[in-house]
């Protein structure tokens, strides 16, 4: 460029100096600055002034705010960002001054182009000069040394320059000076009063490098390898003293104390706190001490001592919120309105802590966080699954490094009122070691008698849990300590029925995963006959997690046939028959009756965590010494049934038309098919003998009919649990008769009607009520006095053996 004026956009820059011989990134971000730089780059040799406004709140200054000299820069490369800025790199190439006539900047959008004009330096190269070039280049390079920010590119440039000005324009940008003092440098035209300049600010920075390394010095000295964590606080510290600026002790104690001070809380926790704050104030910050005081201090002030949210329990609120959230569990709902309701009537909340034990997915958890939204509290979720050690629950004492309060005092400390619902997750999953028992931690916390003042080893001071709402939850009773037990009052969820699953399936489960898949009733249709077959065949559970994971799987492989074929769109209809095409082959298979009447074939029916089965008996005799085996994964109550059935046979066997010793002739073998799944329990009793007693008089047994009962040695027939399971799983098998035992008759007020009216139930005491119930086509005198054309099988085998020596 030569000495006259010449046309140029203006970009302005606030605390910001820009020096020639240096490359700068800046970002851009007024709309007149970003399209002064576009402007550059497409008409003006990517040429642009960069001059610093005198005043950087300003944002569109007039000629007097902006210095008149600049720096005449090349536009390098330019990034746009995602927020609209510009990130542009600028190369200063000279100083100019300008001119430009006011308003600079006509609109938020225009940019002012001004005339530019060259500055002209003067060429210095005497003996002085060169000196103060030297002198220059020796403190930047122990200034470099001293851990300044000048790279090694950097520093093997400026050694490598003579020009005084070059030099100095070179070394401005890495010391620490204000915009008006650099551009009051920049203004220097005389290369070597500018360098004399630059020379001063470097002393003075250079001295106050070895000052901090001198501060750095004493503070290493005075920490130890352990306490890397203190240097800041240290090295802050050593800069306030040399400077005279020593902070003002107390500062943060008094805060504590007001803090303290507004804080509602028992005498004793508040006295305890202000000697922890006193104590806090006569430490040294690098103190290991302090750390731990200061951590104790602000547990107890982030705890809610006092602090109780005011509710209104509303029962009828209450149970439309159940209502909204759980379809069907009609006795878990109504008993946990009547403790609430008595809740309310006392207008305390200490009392019975509430256990929901059932099989996971029945809606245990979701049902506490519904019990805090109808009592309009705040709701805390601890799981103790797998918690093993006492100290999880009551925390560590302050003597161990690291110590903390349990995890209810954890939970609490992050929630602003004392008196939220509070699940106790898997309660019966606690476990316990060397480190002590957490479920005899829990003794304390739930019982109404003693969680009033309960004492977390950490806090070391008597805390109320008495207002909050414990609720645990629980797969099994047989894991929980009795004495822990004992003191909550159990709620049992027992498992949906499939009418209950049927409508969660239909009214909630689909629609979700429908609305998740950007599916609609539109593009699929699930007939109620492929809900069944899921349930039935590829789900085995008594909740409903894994019936809604196999109606996301059915809706994935709806989504991804329309995303393959966006022309053929078509409602899909899921059918049962349709269901293996989508879930592939069944996985489980559901009890249903037999075909036909057998022999020696009886239906049973058991109760498992995952809802009511059917159980095929099976009894074969054949010829041996009155052995008796007992297959199918059974346990130890099972086998004792089969063994109390043959006795009872045996007793009966003149009654029956067998000779008093035909047992010991043949050897029976019991077998319960799935053998892989385990089988206990005594309700299979009166099934084992009814078969038993159909092998021995070759009487087939009805195929339509199910029993479950109880047997002793004289017959009798002895009640039974899970009836509500059971007759649900005879309804769900065709079996249109059922025996049960009388004493169960009360029982039956529990199974819906639906269940009831399609089948016939017929309550007995007495085996011999049985036999002529459960075997085709005969009476009881038949049974009881030998059937003349029904050859015994022991008679029968007796013939076979005949025939086999004569042969």
């Known amino acids: 460029m030569t000495g006259t004026p010449q046309q140029m956009p203006l970009m302005t820059l606030r605390e910001v100096v820009m020096f020639p011989q240096s490359i700068a990134p800046l970002y851009v971000g007024r709309q007149a600055s970003i399209r002064a730089v576009e402007q550059a780059l497409t008409e ?31 536009i390098l490369q330019l990034l746009r960002m995602p927020d609209g800025t510009v990130k542009v790199l600028f190369e200063g190439q000279h100083r100019a001054i300008w001119q430009g006539s006011d308003p600079l900047f ?7 182009v001004v005339a530019v004009e060259p500055v002209q330096e003067p060429e210095t190269w005497d003996e002085e000069a060169r000196t103060l070039v030297q002198m220059t280049q020796e403190s930047v390079n122990n200034l470099a040394q001293g851990g300044n920010r000048i790279s090694k590119e950097g520093l093997k440039a400026i050694q490598e320059l003579e020009n005084p000005g070059e030099l100095a324009d070179t070394v401005i940008p890495y010391l620490k000076a204000d915009y008006e003092k650099k551009q009051s440098i920049l203004e220097l035209v005389d290369p070597k009063r500018r360098l004399e300049e630059v020379y001063g600010l470097l002393v003075a920075e250079l001295e106050h490098s070895q000052v901090e390394q001198k501060i750095n010095e004493r503070v290493k000295e005075q920490i130890e390898a352990n306490q890397k964590n203190y240097y800041l606080n240290e090295q802050l510290k050593a800069i306030h003293k040399e400077m005279g600026l020593e902070q003002e002790p107390g500062e943060e104690g008094q805060e504590l104390l007001e803090r303290l001070d507004a804080k509602e809380m028992p005498e004793e926790a508040r006295e305890k706190a202000r000697k922890e704050i006193k104590k806090l104030q006569q430490m040294q910050p690098s103190s290991a001490e302090y750390t731990v005081v200061r951590n104790y201090v602000d547990t107890v002030l982030d705890l809610p001592w006092d602090q109780l949210k005011e509710t209104e329990l509303d029962l009828d609120q209450a149970d439309k919120i159940l209502d909204e959230d759980h379809y069907g569990l009609e006795k878990p709902k109504e008993r946990i309105l009547e403790f609430l309701a008595v809740q309310q009537m006392v207008q305390k909340m200490q009392g019975t802590i509430l ?17 805090a939204r109808s009592t309009d509290r705040e709701f805390i979720r601890l799981s103790l699954g797998g918690v093993r050690d006492e100290a999880e629950i009551r925390g560590h004492r302050r003597t161990y490094v690291g110590a903390m309060p349990g995890k209810i005092l954890q939970n609490l400390k992050r929630r602003e009122y004392n008196n939220p619902v509070m699940c106790l997750d898997e309660v019966d999953k606690l476990s316990s070691d060397f480190r002590g028992d957490p479920s005899s931690a829990l003794l304390e916390v739930l019982d109404p008698e003693q969680n009033y003042a309960f004492n977390d080893h950490y806090l070391d001071l008597e805390y109320d849990l008495s207002n909050i709402f414990f609720v645990t939850t629980a797969n099994t009773l047989q894991t929980i300590p009795w004495a822990l037990r004992d003191r909550m009052e159990v709620i049992e969820l027992p498992g949906y029925l499939e009418t209950e699953k049927m409508h969660i399936a239909q009214k909630f489960l689909l629609p979700k995963q429908l609305a998740k898949h950007g599916l609609s009733g539109e593009n699929i249709h699930v007939s109620e006959g492929a809900i069944n077959e899921v349930m039935r065949r590829y789900t085995r559970e008594a909740g409903v997690r894994n019936l809604e994971r196999e109606l996301a799987n059915i809706c994935r492989k709806v989504v991804r046939r329309f995303v393959q074929n966006k022309e053929d769109r078509q409602k899909v209809q899921v059918t049962k028959k349709s269901i293996p095409g989508y879930l592939g082959v069944p996985r489980y298979r ?25 159980l095929m008996i099976e009894v074969a005799l054949m010829n041996g010494t009155g052995k008796i085996e007992v297959t199918g994964k059974i346990g130890d109550v099972m086998q004792e049934s089969a063994r109390a059935a043959l006795s009872y046979v045996r007793s009966r066997s003149g009654l029956f038309g067998l000779r008093p010793e035909f047992y010991k002739e043949i050897d029976v073998h019991v077998h319960i098919p799935e053998g892989a799944t385990p089988k206990d329990g005594p309700s299979a009793g009166i099934t084992m ?23 002793t040695l ?20 065709h079996i249109s008769k059922v025996i049960i035992p009388r004493e169960n008759s009360k029982d039956l007020k529990e199974v819906p009607q639906a269940i009831l009216k399609d089948l016939e139930i017929r309550e007995v005491d007495h085996m011999d009520e049985v036999l002529p119930n459960a075997l085709v086509n005969v009476g009881q005198e038949e049974i009881f006095r030998g059937k003349n054309d029904a050859i015994p099988l022991v008679q029968y085998l007796r013939k076979e053996e005949q025939t086999r020596k004569t042969q």
């Open 44 to 74: 003006y040799d990517k040429h642009i002034l960069l001059a610093t406004q005198r005043d950087p709140e300003v944002e569109n200054p007039d000629v007097e705010q902006v210095y008149g000299m600049g720096v005449v820069c090349k």
């Open 106 to 112: 006509k609109s938020d959008e225009e940019f002012p």
């Open 355 to 371: 256990c929901l034990v059932g099989p996971p997915g029945v809606g245990k958890t979701s049902l506490a966080k519904s019990i």
């Open 590 to 614: 559901y009890g249903e009756r037999e075909q036909e009447a057998q022999v020696g074939l009886g239906t049973g029916m058991a109760w498992t965590e995952l809802g009511g089965e059917l």
């Open 689 to 711: 003998a009814t078969s038993l007693v159909s092998s021995l008089l070759n009487m087939p047994v009805d195929n339509s009919l199910a029993m479950t009962g109880e047997i």
């Open 714 to 733: 004289r017959g009798r027939v002895l009640p039974i649990g899970g009836l509500r399971e059971k007759l649900l799983a005879a309804h769900r098998g």
